[in-house]
């Protein structure tokens, strides 16, 4: 029955992370034996809120969000205190829930550190939207070690970017493609890095890399 399962929205069913939340998030499941539901969002508050209009019609009672948006009904199932866990993106105020990520501040300040031990300060930045806490908050610890340690970022070497590897690639070609190419990148997520690695690859002359799943 709908009460024996949990629904988890996901922003990307094809990113690998979202893949990988969904496995162990079932896995977990079956030993309670519940099954799971997996709603695709797109990032797109409507979309959100049509599955989390079904899920509530179908009497589900365990929601997990990964990638949450702001919407209507998830104010408004909220405000009716439907138990609800966010994964990596903290929830927007005032929607209330148990949140499961890492310290995004501190992970910004540790990239950055280390980029200042290796001599990696003519660096650039390419960013998710600051709309995201997680995006947000990555890149003010990033910036704010580099202004403890005096060094200024240029506006231009800090680019906003969609999520995705295709993303990340056309940012490192436009990058790539100008005289002061950044010593080193920063990346908002590992999609981008992984479409940052993938042309730096094919500037090298190293070929494309493709990973295998096991």
């Given amino acids: 029955s709908s009460a024996r399962a949990a629904a988890l929205l996901v922003p990307d069913t094809t990113n690998e992370f979202c893949a990988d939340v969904a496995a162990s998030l079932e896995a977990a499941l079956q030993k309670s034996h519940l099954s799971m539901i997996l709603c695709n969002t797109a990032e797109d ?4 809120d049509n599955y989390l209009t079904q899920i509530e019609s179908r009497g589900i009672g365990a929601i997990v ?6 919407s209507p009904k998830l104010l408004e199932l909220s405000n009716r205190g ?10 927007p105020e005032p929607i209330k829930g ?9 992970a910004g300040r540790d990239v950055a550190g280390h980029f200042i031990k290796k001599g990696f300060e003519d660096c650039a930045v390419i960013h998710g939207s600051l709309r995201y806490a997680a995006s947000r908050e990555r890149l003010m610890g990033f910036k704010e070690r580099f202004s403890e340690a005096g060094i200024d970022l240029a506006p231009g070497r800090m680019v906003q970017s969609a999520l995705t590897p295709d993303a990340g ?4 070609k436009e990058m790539f493609g ?3 190419r950044p010593r080193a990148i920063f990346c908002g997520n ?6 940052v690695y993938r042309k730096g690859r094919l500037q090298l002359g ?9």
């Fill in 45 to 48: 508050p409507e979309r959100q």
């Fill in 65 to 70: 969000i990964q990638g949450v948006v702001e």
């Fill in 82 to 91: 439907v138990p609800m866990v966010f994964i990596n993106r903290r929830p």
């Fill in 98 to 106: 148990d949140f499961v990520g890492i310290d995004n501040h501190s």
């Fill in 169 to 172: 690639y056309g940012h490192a």
């Fill in 178 to 180: 100008k005289p002061n």
């Fill in 190 to 195: 590992d999609a981008i890095a992984y479409g």
């Fill in 206 to 214: 190293l070929g494309e890399h493709r990973t295998v799943r096991r």
